[in-house]
């Protein structure tokens, strides 16, 4: 495989084609994130209360740093910006364990995107990359609170497997919440 996993070449997969079983859905070209693409992750993070779950990104001050610390070449993060005219729509993302070739898996998107399967064929594409010899993972893994379906939908048609279910996990406004965790081997077809 030959150096750190995950830590290769710092290139973008392509959204390319639609996901198999999966019909009607358009792609977008995938990009690395960039420190200009912050406004638009503002923009992102003010589009739907349920992005807070994602981070605190309320200000510009805020999203310029959320944006550095996910482009930092010498972190954990791949992040993929999702580019629709040009401008950031979404995110795709690995946060990278390479002493166990492992990769947390995570996506969203600017409301104004969601619905158009833009995220699910985004996903896919790099899943396939971090799964494969540039990305150096073996295993990717996510979580989605069981109140999030379209993110579930998201994980099975990029390829996941449901795992488990974590009982209780989150406290979100005085509710015990449930998570589905996926995950998926370079060796799952």
């Not at 923009?43 to 482009?71: H, I, K, N, W």
């Not at 010899?133 to 579930?152: D, F, K, Q």
């Not at 406290?171 to 998570?179: K, N, P, Q, Y």
Request: net charge positive; aromatic share 6%; proline share 6%.
């Amino acid at each position: 495989m030959g150096g750190r996993a995950g830590l290769g070449p710092r290139t973008a997969p392509r959204a390319v084609g639609a996901v198999p079983g999966v019909r009607g859905l358009v792609t977008a070209p995938l990009r690395r994130l960039r420190q200009d693409d912050a406004p638009a992750v503002l923009a992102a993070f003010r589009s739907a209360p349920d992005m807070a779950r994602q981070g605190t990104v309320t200000t510009p001050a805020e999203a310029e740093a959320y944006v550095a610390r996910l482009c930092d070449p010498a972190g954990p993060h791949r992040a993929f910006a999702i580019d629709v005219d040009s401008a950031l729509a979404g995110l795709v993302a690995v946060t990278v364990d390479a002493e166990n070739r492992n990769g947390w898996f995570w996506y969203w998107m600017h409301a104004a995107h969601r619905g158009g399967g833009l995220v699910t064929t985004s996903a896919r594409a790099v899943a396939d990359w971090a799964l494969g010899e540039e990305g150096g993972c073996e295993r990717l893994e996510l979580g989605h609170r069981v109140n999030n379906p379209a993110s579930g939908a998201v994980a099975r048609a990029a390829g996941f497997v449901l795992e488990g279910r974590e009982r209780g996990k989150f406290l979100i406004a005085g509710e015990r919440i449930d998570v589905l965790t996926y995950g998926r081997l370079r060796s799952d077809p």
